[in-house]
């Protein structure tokens, strides 16, 4: 829905926005979020689930949690109204070349030295899969993240599984290694910042495609 209206929070805070155009998001899952045209794909205010919406005269929208915390949205004036079944979420799709890299990289894991051998493929933890999890020559653990251009936000999502990872004392200690075909200055910089390891991957040498560029030796 798109409204002009104003949005009050009560719980272990209290928030106000004043009267404007807004939209308004409902989903099937419960939870209820308010836009403005403005903060990417970021609310100004919102209700997660497990929530329920009652609606009075006004009309006055009242989203209540378990814990008691209300989100109140008064409406002024409705600009549009749509409701749409979006279905089942068939889930994120890879890049076909990041996920034939990951297929290859853990076909051929010694391309990240001699010794190393593989754990598994999309390695499950709390936060996500890590696209390969591998020991090295002494057999400490090293987890792998794949790129096709390796900037900062996946130095980021490798950091963070390092830091989960290593909270496990069967898996400690927990090294990273941030493969890419390319990999943006900024985002090696803070990788090795962090003693994170970053590998430039040859998508042709790892399909056994001979290169067709001149070569000295």
Same mark, same amino acid.
């Given at each position: 829905m798109i409204a002009r209206c104003q949005v009050d929070y009560a719980g272990r805070l209290t928030a106000h926005l004043p009267m404007a155009n807004r939209l308004l998001l409902?989903?099937?899952?419960?939870? @209820?979020?308010?836009h403005s045209d403005d903060r990417a794909y970021k609310p100004l205010n919102w209700m997660s689930p497990?929530?329920?919406l009652t609606e009075a005269d006004g009309p006055v929208w009242t989203?209540?949690?378990k814990a008691g915390e209300q989100l109140v949205?008064?409406?002024?004036e409705v600009l549009h109204d749509s409701s749409h079944e979006l279905g089942a979420e068939p889930g994120l799709v890879k890049d076909g070349v990041e996920a034939h890299?990951?297929?290859?990289?853990a076909e051929h894991i010694?391309?990240?030295?001699?010794g190393y051998s593989l754990v598994r493929r999309e390695y499950p933890t709390a936060i996500g899969p890590v696209d390969i999890l591998c020991r090295d020559h002494v057999g400490a653990t090293v987890a792998v993240e794949i790129k096709r251009r390796g900037e900062i936000d996946g130095?980021?999502?490798?950091?963070?599984?390092?830091?989960?990872?290593?909270?496990?004392p069967?898996?400690?200690? @927990?090294?990273?290694?941030?493969?890419a075909q390319q990999i943006k200055p900024q985002a090696r910089t803070l990788a090795e910042d962090r003693g994170i390891r970053c590998v430039t991957l040859d998508y042709d040498s790892l399909r056994g495609i001979e290169t067709t560029e001149f070569r000295l030796f």
């Open positions: 409902v989903k099937s899952d419960g939870s @209820v979020s308010v497990p929530c329920w989203v209540q949690n949205i008064t409406i002024e890299l990951q297929e290859l990289l010694t391309t990240l030295g001699d130095v980021e999502q490798l950091t963070r599984y390092v830091e989960l990872l290593n909270r496990d069967l898996l400690a200690p @927990v090294q990273g290694v941030f493969a």
